[in-house]
């Protein structure tokens, strides 16, 4: 059965547009960006999955069943970073999910990090991330990606993704490469409904600035059934240098050094597959 990932009932495009946001620091923003040139000039970014909340399983409670549902949840994830424009997905299953319950997910979903001042950071980011219900009891997510893989459509749009991600005028079409990737998957996944719970598609780019913001930046997207939690972070070493010595010089205690490195010392965990 055909999935409708862009049905406009459950499914969010957004262009990485930031809900709600807040630096690390308590410097203003004027002050922060007086010391950020371009986002070129950032040494790391992450984009991190948070726990996304269903508001409804669209399972009714009937006694004794308790109105759980069995949910996949699918990410898909490109850039125009050299060993990652082909992208990397990941396909969980979680049983058991009833409503305004939050789904046990806390992954980073890409991740950048420069090795010297020559590396150059991402221009694009896109993501895909869809919840879709079961009709059924959860399949081996091993044994339907061993499937996709093998799918003549599937290895056409990669070849296609690759291609696109060698000229930038035209990396833009990614976000539609991954909605037929997300398609080919939804053969294989069994019975599901033909539609999602909720689907979020983002696109993160330097020139919408996504990546100009240094610290953890918070990110809401809500759809009808499913609200979807990210974060972005962004590092950059040499303005944080600078923050530090602009908090010393002005004797100003309201960043500690703690929360300089806050980001550095959370574990990141990735476990997305390479497609």
Request: aromatic share 6%.
């Amino acid at each position: 059965m055909p999935v409708n990932f862009l049905d406009p009932e459950t499914t969010e495009v957004s262009h990485g547009q930031i809900k709600i946001a807040g630096p690390l620091s308590s410097l203003t923003k004027s002050e922060i960006a007086s010391l950020i040139k371009t986002s070129k000039d950032v040494s790391g970014i992450e984009l991190r999955m948070l726990p996304p909340l269903i508001k409804d399983n669209h399972t009714p409670v009937l006694w004794p069943f308790p109105g759980f549902s069995q949910l996949y949840c699918l990410t898909v994830v490109v850039s125009d970073i050299s060993n990652q424009s082909v992208g990397n997905i990941d396909l969980k299953g979680f049983p058991r999910i009833g409503d305004h319950e939050h789904m046990p997910i806390n992954k980073t979903i890409f991740y950048w990090q420069s090795n010297n001042e020559k590396d150059n950071g991402p221009n694009q980011v896109h993501t895909m991330c869809s919840i879709l219900k079961s009709k059924q009891d959860l399949r081996d997510v091993g044994s339907i990606m061993a499937s996709v893989k093998n799918d003549t459509e599937y290895t056409n749009l990669i070849a296609a993704l690759t291609k696109a991600a060698k000229d930038a005028a035209k990396f833009n079409m990614a976000t539609d490469i991954i909605v037929q990737l997300a398609g080919v998957i939804g053969k294989y996944l069994g019975k599901v409904e033909d539609k999602p719970l909720g689907t979020i598609i983002n696109s993160y780019t330097t020139l919408h600035g996504d990546f100009d913001k240094i610290g953890v930046s918070p990110l809401l997207y809500s759809t009808k059934d499913v609200d979807f939690e990210f974060q972005m972070i962004v590092r950059n070493k040499s303005v944080e240098s600078a923050i530090e010595e602009k908090i010393v010089e002005s004797k100003t205690l309201s960043l500690r050094k703690e929360e300089l490195n806050l980001a550095k010392e959370e574990a990141v965990m990735v476990d997305m597959m390479p497609m």
